[in-house]
């Protein structure tokens, strides 16, 4: 390990110096490095390709700030770093850009409900004819304004089962209502 690190900075010295055979060796060896860091902070391997790219860029345009005597693997690292952050940014950035407010999500998924005439007591005479189990949980959360955790300590059921079961009333509820 030692004499790789050995063996890289010297090719950048040699680079700096001018040898064009040990600047590209250096490129090489630094993409050889360098993959597997991408690789497991990217899925995508065209992405990590042109990453590659971007940080060999960045190395050219930077290669005057490296100083010599300095190991060569944490300032390589660090433009990587940096660069994939940056590329990340980009990328998720623009899939915020896409992705929903989840303000205006909760606003819409409320405005039928608040806006509906629908009301427990309006529906209470469907909700009896329901089997027991469900028609007394939907009593516990909708009339008595339990949680469903509540409902379940009361009932000895899981707080999973409870909400399975309302669902499922839920369902009954909504054919009823739509015929």
């Known amino acids: 390990m030692t004499e790789q690190n050995d063996n890289l900075e010297t090719l950048m010295r040699r680079s700096l110096a001018g040898d ?79 992705a929903l407010d989840f303000d205006e999500l909760e606003e819409y998924l409320l405005d039928p409900v608040t ?6 007591e309006s529906i209470s005479g469907e909700v009896d004819k329901l089997p027991e189990k469900q028609a007394m949980i939907l009593r516990f959360l909708h009339q008595d304004g339990y949680t469903a955790r509540e409902v379940a300590e009361k009932t000895g059921m899981t707080e999973s089962a409870v909400k399975v079961a309302a669902h499922r009333a839920y369902k009954v509820l909504r054919k009823k209502l739509e015929r």
């Open 20 to 98: 064009q055979r040990a600047y590209a060796a250096l490129l090489h060896e630094t993409t050889r490095l360098l993959r597997p860091f991408l690789a497991k902070r990217m899925s995508i391997a065209s992405e990590v390709d042109d990453l590659m790219q971007e940080i060999l860029l960045s190395i050219h345009k930077a290669r005057h700030t490296y100083d010599g005597n300095r190991p060569y693997r944490p300032w390589v690292y660090a433009i990587a770093r940096f660069r994939l952050q940056d590329h990340l940014r980009v990328h998720y950035s623009d899939q915020l850009r896409h």
């Open 115 to 120: 806006e509906s005439l629908m009301s427990y």
